[in-house]
């Protein structure tokens, strides 16, 4: 067990539909990173929040965004979601955001939109 | 641009026999790498990692790696495969720029053991 919890695990929806995925850190960790797990993409980092404040964007699509609140949870809000957004997220924590920084991962939220 | 290939998409090994998964990354600086396992609906676990120093790093469940650093490479190994190894694998280089710091995943190497 890594420490960091996703929930939910399982997500299916619809096209069009909006979703909130959420990720509680590790106990002590500031730095939130999401990622996008897809048979053709491979592993994506999407965004990255420490201490509540956005640190780095990767591939992240306009209709997605997210969010570090006070107490440190996560949350991931996609939007008008397509097909293609079916995948698996990840959400990874770690102490802080220098080199050499070690991400522990949560087992993810599979989404499947229909 | 930092880059990770693992070169090999799909590795079959027998139960008991050796494994070797390829690893190259390409980034100016000493890398920060890191190997990551990922079992049939779970999440990544981390195996292993360097940062500096012996180039020889051992890990959980019987991994090690090494890096050389003239080949660009961190390759992972074990001696003896079990059947639980069976997973997907994952190399990553983290690397700092443009004033943040990231990981940078390959595209992940499936390991199938037959009993």
């Known amino acids: 067990d890594s420490g960091v919890t996703q929930t939910p695990k399982h997500l299916i929806t619809a096209t069009g539909q909006r979703v909130t995925l959420r990720c509680s850190p590790r106990s002590g960790d500031l730095s939130v990173y999401w990622y996008q797990q897809s048979l053709d993409q491979g592993l994506q980092f999407l965004i990255q929040y420490y201490n509540g404040e956005e640190r780095a964007k990767g591939n992240i699509l306009e209709r997605f965004s997210a969010q570090q609140f006070p107490d440190l949870h996560s949350e991931l809000n996609l939007s008008s979601l397509e097909l293609g957004d079916s995948a698996l997220y990840f959400c990874?924590?770690?102490?802080?955001?220098?080199?050499?920084?070690?991400?522990?991962f949560g087992a993810g939220t599979r989404l499947s939109v229909l | 641009a930092q880059s990770v290939t693992q070169p090999d998409i799909h590795i079959t090994v027998s139960e008991g026999a050796s494994l070797e998964l390829r690893c190259n990354y390409s980034?100016?600086?000493?890398?920060?790498l890191f190997w990551y396992v990922q079992s049939p609906g779970q999440g990544l676990q981390l195996l292993l990692k360097?940062?500096?120093?012996?180039?020889l790093v051992q890990g959980i469940k019987g991994f090690e790696a090494e890096f050389k650093r003239s080949q660009s490479s961190f390759n992972l190994r074990k001696p003896s495969v079990h059947w639980s190894d069976a997973a997907e694998y994952f190399c990553?280089?983290?690397?700092?720029?443009?004033?943040?710091?990231?990981?940078?995943f390959g595209t992940g190497t499936r390991l199938k053991v037959l009993a």
């Open positions: 990874a924590s770690s102490t802080g955001t220098g080199e050499g920084n070690i991400q522990y």
């Open positions: 360097y940062f500096s120093g012996d180039t």
């Open positions: 990553a280089v983290g690397s700092y720029t443009s004033g943040t710091y990231k990981y940078i």
């Open positions: 980034y100016g600086a000493t890398p920060y």
